[in-house]
């Protein structure tokens, strides 16, 4: 086969053809999911999960008006009629952007002539992310809320170490990356083949689940997991709302919950949370360590707002520390996110046995303060947080023993450990930096900042953010 990086390219470079005819970029991936789909269905011999006469010879063999007749036939065909209920959902609502026949026509011809061969299935996953990526990084594409660095991700998963026969979930699934991530670290530290057929099916139907909120995107996520191997329960609805309440209980949650407070689904309306609150990232991390099981981990992506926000916010960080032993925190660089100005965490807890004080004890770590700008040009690497991961240690879940191995490395070090008596004291304010920031001076950084005014500054970049998404949807080239 090819090259992944040089067939992704060549695939990209044809959106530029498909400008002329309106398309942007996110409809480009879609309608590339549509096609690529029915591809790898024949390069992989699948095609009896489609039905007779609506598979890739049938497109291959058409031309101009007849094509484009047909092949919005078939989206509708296999939307309703596909056997497979995956297929059906991949093509559900499925609509072409296209409008000029020749445009179809020579996307058609261009997947068919790449090298492919039917033996590297993976690579076809690789491919695909690959471009999910491209979309990602595209500014006017508005795909960058979907994705997270892949960096980070990888991270995250390599620290909480998934293991075969866990349920692992992602409430703000996207377009899968967090459970692919860890579908790709099991299946790299334990070997497949001496699993028995039931752990096998267990792996491949049972092991990962999640939901989806934006259509166009489930559709995105579900030929991503079909491309890895994965047929895992990933359903489209809100996990605000009681559609959330169908997630069952995870050993493992990764996820990266949307940033901002824009785009559909309303307020959080569920009816089982303790405590009722408009701020959709703060209902998302209810939802995250009450869907645990006693025992289980989670590593979530949170904006600085969680950690200081009052009222329902402190309320839920204390049930947090009470449910759960809140052992990390790393404080993440701006700039490694595409939403514009939003400053980031990653939480990392273990579900207690009992309901009252598991968190004895918080270690920040602080990779915010005097750290390159990152951006497009300087993106984030797994070399920029391998000192954490060092400090972090191997234990993914918190335990007494390996926290008492940990070195605090003061007030000029990047990692400290803070009692939970002490940040019960400053009014379970998570938001703890300590080191001035020599290379971006920024009111946030000094230790003495008040709640209040990070508050206010936190509001303001994500009214900024909300504003940018507005002008990148309305198309204009306007950079707040």
């Known amino acids: 086969m090819a090259a992944t990086g040089d067939i992704v390219q060549k695939l990209w470079s044809l959106c530029h053809v498909l400008r002329d005819d309106g398309v942007t970029y996110l409809q480009y991936v879609t309608e590339l999911t549509y096609l690529l789909f029915l591809k790898m269905m024949q390069e992989t011999e699948s095609e009896e999960q489609l039905p007779k006469g609506y598979r890739w010879r049938n497109l291959v063999d058409r031309e101009g008006q007849d094509l484009m007749n047909f092949y919005r036939e078939l989206l509708v065909h296999l939307g309703s009629k596909a056997s497979s209920k995956q297929v059906q959902a991949i093509f559900a609502n499925a609509q072409t952007s296209l409008t000029q026949p020749r445009i179809l026509k020579k996307l058609v011809q261009s997947i068919d002539e790449l090298d492919w061969f039917s033996e590297h299935r993976d690579e076809f996953g690789d491919l695909y992310e690959g471009l999910l990526q491209k979309n990602a990084e595209e500014k006017k594409s508005g795909a960058g809320q979907y994705f997270t660095p892949r960096a980070l991700i990888d991270s995250m998963v390599a620290l ?199 968190t004895k004890e918080v270690w920040v770590y602080d990779l915010r303060a005097n ?54 004291e400053r009014n379970e304010n998570l938001d703890i930096a300590w080191l001035r920031d020599e290379s971006n001076f920024d009111l946030d950084e000094l230790p003495e900042a008040s709640a209040l005014a990070q508050e206010a500054i936190t509001e303001l970049e994500a009214a900024l953010a909300e504003l940018q998404g507005i002008l990148d949807e309305l198309g204009e080239e306007v950079e707040l």
């Not at 992602?170 to 692919?180: E, N, S, W, Y």
């Not at 579900?351 to 009252?356: F, Q, T």
């Not at 000192?387 to 400290?416: H, I, N, Q, Y």
């Open 160 to 358: 909480m170490k998934p293991k075969p026969g866990e349920v692992i979930q992602d409430p703000a699934a996207g377009t899968g990356g967090f459970l692919i991530a860890a579908n790709r670290y099991i299946r790299e530290k334990h070997d497949p083949f001496e699993w028995s057929i039931k752990q096998q099916e267990f792996q491949q139907k049972q092991a990962f689940c999640g939901m989806e909120l934006v259509q166009d995107t489930h559709r995105l996520l579900l030929m991503n997991l079909m491309l890895h191997g994965i047929e895992g329960d990933v359903l489209l609805g809100n996990t605000l709302s009681s559609d959330g309440q169908q997630l069952g209980k995870a050993d493992l949650i990764l996820t990266n919950p949307p940033f901002g407070t824009k785009k559909g689904g309303g307020l959080p309306s569920r009816d089982d949370f303790t405590y009722p609150t408009s701020n959709k990232q703060l209902a998302f991390l209810q939802h995250i360590y009450r869907s645990l099981k006693p025992g289980g981990r989670a590593a979530v992506v949170l904006p600085d707002n969680v950690l200081f926000e009052s009222n329902a916010g402190k309320q839920i960080r204390a049930d947090l520390m009470d449910k759960c032993n809140l052992h990390t925190i790393i404080r993440l660089p701006p700039g490694i996110f595409y939403a514009q100005g939003v400053k980031t965490n990653v939480l990392f807890f273990t579900r207690g046995k009992s309901e009252k004080g598991n």
């Open 371 to 424: 750290m390159p700008t990152f951006g497009r040009r300087t993106q984030l690497t797994r070399t920029h947080i391998s000192e954490f991961e060092a400090a972090f240690g191997d234990d993914p879940f918190g335990l007494p023993e390996s926290l008492a191995k940990r070195e605090d490395t003061g007030e000029s070090g990047r990692f400290r450990c803070f009692s939970r008596e002490w940040i019960t």
